[in-house]
């Protein structure tokens, strides 16, 4: 019989589109290829590859469509993406994704500030891209937490875009804890509110490590039954509003939190981070520094 504290965790690994959006330095297309095929032999199951925003609206991900075309696809691995719109979905859908994210927040002044749209605005905008995707869509949630901002986020808030977002179809949630000030007591908090009205499966986190709380975050979550986390290899990433802080949790940290129940070899992974670390501005993990869509 499984048991909350052995149950399968799935790790959701975004280094390759979260991990590098704020790099200011550009990274080659072959070396972001490169790192995609070496997360695929880790026993990751699924990797969210890159963003189709606007040109220019990342510079960072504009070799989005090269960099989907240059990788190796592994079976059983899902290659995914970030989308804005409708447009952005059909640039995804030409790519050949196995599946697309959409991106709000809980706090209206980071959605403006973020998105140029108001937390309405923004699903309003999501609606004919969930419709018309063939392919599954995960909706993120930023500042589920805090903002940096308005300050700390009340659950229900969180509750509301959560419950609107499924409403439009969107199949997994990713509450993001943005600019990583989330403790376990509220992690607690906010599970608390959500699941009396939230498939357990249908949620997942996404965790920063600003203060060095996301390992604990995921396991209090993980104690309440969540099973899906987000994390960035190297802990590559960043919130634009925490310059110089730690971005995403790492995976290899996740693996680690959770012995022999990710199926992911944190040996691989590693040798991943090897992979894209001599490509990036700071020659290790990045931070935040410029850029739009930080989860």
Not at 142 to 158: D, K, L, N
Request: overall charge neutral; charged content about 20%.
């Amino acid at each position: 019989m499984t048991t909350a504290s052995d149950a399968p965790i799935r790790l959701v690994e975004v280094g390759p589109r979260d991990g590098l959006q704020n790099e200011s330095a550009p990274v080659p297309t072959d070396a972001k290829i490169a790192f995609v095929d070496q997360l695929s032999a880790s026993g990751l199951r699924e990797i969210e590859v890159s963003s189709f925003v606007a040109p220019g609206w990342i510079p960072q991900l504009d070799d989005a469509e090269a960099v989907f075309a240059g990788i190796t696809r592994r079976a059983g691995v899902r290659y995914t993406c970030l989308v804005p719109n409708q447009r952005g979905l059909a640039r995804a859908m030409t790519a050949r994704v196995d599946g697309i994210s959409v991106f709000t927040a809980a706090s209206e002044t980071f959605a403006r500030k973020n998105i140029n749209a108001s937390i309405a605005e923004s699903i309003e905008r999501f609606v004919p891209v969930v419709k018309e995707s063939p392919v599954p869509v995960r909706g993120y949630v930023s500042t589920a937490f805090h903002c940096p901002f308005e300050g700390p986020i009340a659950p229900a808030a969180v509750l509301r875009v959560t419950l609107e977002l499924l409403a439009i179809g969107c199949q997994e949630i990713s509450l993001g804890d943005t600019i990583g000030r989330a403790t376990t007591d509220e992690v607690g908090r906010l599970l608390d509110a959500l699941l009396p009205r939230c498939p357990v499966e249908r949620l997942a986190l996404h965790l920063h490590d600003t203060f060095g709380n996301a390992v604990a975050n995921a396991e209090a979550g993980a104690a309440r039954g969540i099973s899906v986390f987000d994390g960035s290899t190297g802990g590559l990433g960043g919130c634009p509003y925490a310059p110089g802080a730690p971005g995403n949790v790492a995976t290899e940290a996740l693996v680690a939190a959770f012995p022999g129940r990710t199926g992911v070899d944190r040996d691989v992974l590693v040798r991943a981070a090897g992979v894209i670390r001599p490509h990036l501005g700071r020659g290790g993990a990045a931070a935040g520094s410029t850029g739009r869509s930080a989860k």
